[in-house]
């Protein structure tokens, strides 16, 4: 089966740019994630959606980053402008129904970097 | 200037022994307990969650148990091989059954061949 995918794998952009990362969950988890890691901070939920709908949002860090859930099988988190201190790996994940006791399971990231 | 980032707890075992990696919570009223491993360049693989009704769990090579009353949770792996060398985290489900997971800051394991 396939995992989590997200693209692009990296991104090198400079400032003020505008940045769409995109993820498709596993089919048929109802639960998607947006995550970012960096070495100061560690692993930061940014974001989830339950069911397509954002649930909680209360880790996105400004007005320059937004997230969308179009359908169960895609989602885009948007930086616009960029800035250098957004450079992290942002991971997305997603899990099977929407409550706790769920395992969440990863794709391996968008290593950017904001020159 | 001089950039400070997370200073992670590092294991260092030889390939053979069992290796045990502590985490800490911070909730009591948590009810799930999830561990996984991340190696360089990817992301973090689910290896073995818990609920709060159990008080171990075994999977293959790894075992996880959970002291709620001193709120610890560990993993163990045995015979520890060089391909476990990564950076092991776990997390605590939300109390409040939302789904969202609490991850702590990570372990590195090192298996010394």
């Known amino acids: 089966d396939a995992g989590v995918i997200q693209s692009p794998r990296h991104e090198v952009t400079e400032m003020g740019q505008e940045v769409t990362l995109r993820c498709k969950p596993i089919?048929?988890?109802?639960?998607l994630f947006w995550y970012r890691q960096t070495m100061m901070r560690g692993l930061e939920l940014l974001i989830y959606?339950?069911?397509?709908?954002?649930?909680?949002d209360s880790g996105m860090p400004e007005d320059r980053f937004s997230a969308k859930m179009p359908n169960a099988s895609f989602s885009t988190l948007k930086i616009q402008p960029s800035e250098p201190r957004d450079s992290a790996v942002y991971f997305c994940?997603?899990?099977?129904?929407?409550?706790?006791?769920?395992?969440?399971?990863f794709g391996d990231g968008t290593r950017l970097s904001i020159l | 200037g001089e950039s400070v980032g997370l200073h992670l707890p590092t294991l260092s075992v030889q390939e053979g022994d069992n290796s045990i990696i502590n985490c800490a919570y911070s909730n009591s009223a948590s009810d799930y307990f999830i561990w996984y491993k991340q190696e360089s360049g990817k992301g973090p693989q689910f290896i073995i969650d818990i609920r709060s009704n159990m008080d171990k769990r075994q999977g293959q090579r790894v075992t996880v148990l959970l002291n709620k009353t001193v709120k610890h949770l560990s993993l163990q792996i045995a015979a520890t091989q060089p391909g476990d060398s990564a950076v092991y985290f776990c997390?605590?489900?939300?109390?409040?059954?939302?789904?969202?997971?609490?991850f702590g800051q990570g372990t590195t394991l090192q298996v010394k061949p």
């Open positions: 959606f339950n069911n397509n709908v954002p649930i909680d």
């Open positions: 089919s048929g988890h109802n639960s």
């Open positions: 997390a605590e489900g939300d109390s409040g059954n939302t789904g969202k997971l609490i």
């Open positions: 994940a997603s899990s099977r129904g929407t409550g706790a006791n769920q395992p969440q399971h």
